[in-house]
Nanobody, 120 residues
Framework: QVQLVESGGGLVQPGGSLRLSCTAS????????MGWYRQGPGKQRELVAA???????NYADSVKGRFTISRDDAKNTVYLQMNSLKAEDTAVYYC??????????????WGQGTQVTVSS
C-alpha cells in the first residue's frame, strides 16, 4: 500500500519562506514523476511544479523564480522550497507521485495535503 506523507506547511508572512516535503513509501518499483499541486479557497486544483524522472522540470508561471522543486531519489522524497511568498500562494498543497509498485500497475498517488497560509 502506497503512502505519501507531507510536512512543512504553516503560517508565514508575505515575503517569507517555507519548505514542503513529501515522502513516498510502500513496495515502490519505480517513480516516474513527483510534483506539487495546490488548491486555493474557491479555486480548482492547479499544478505548481512537476519533476519527471530524467525529464524537464515544469513550473506554473505564477511561481517561476520563487519556488524550487527538488528530489532525493534515495529517500523517495520530493521538496518544494517556496520563497518570496505572497498572499495568493495561500492554499492547500498536495504532493503527487506517478509510480509503479511491485504489486500494482503504474498510477497517480496523492498526499493528504498541507495548508500554507501567507498573511501578515
Amino acid at each position: 500500500q502506497v503512502q505519501l506523507v507531507e510536512s512543512g506547511g504553516g503560517l508565514v508572512q508575505p515575503g517569507g519562506s517555507l519548505r514542503l516535503s513529501c515522502t513516498a513509501s510502500g513496495n515502490i518499483f519505480a517513480i516516474y514523476a513527483m510534483g506539487w499541486y495546490r488548491q486555493g479557497p474557491g479555486k480548482q486544483r492547479e499544478l505548481v511544479a512537476a519533476m519527471p524522472t530524467g525529464g524537464i522540470t515544469n513550473y506554473a508561471d505564477s511561481v517561476k523564480g520563487r519556488f524550487t522543486i527538488s528530489r532525493d531519489d534515495a529517500k523517495n522524497t520530493v521538496y518544494l522550497q517556496m520563497n518570496s511568498l505572497k498572499a495568493e500562494d495561500t492554499a492547500v498543497y498536495y504532493c503527487n507521485v506517478d509510480l509503479k509498485t511491485w504489486y500494482s500497475d503504474r498510477d497517480d498517488y496523492w498526499g493528504q495535503g498541507t495548508q500554507v497560509t501567507v498573511s501578515s
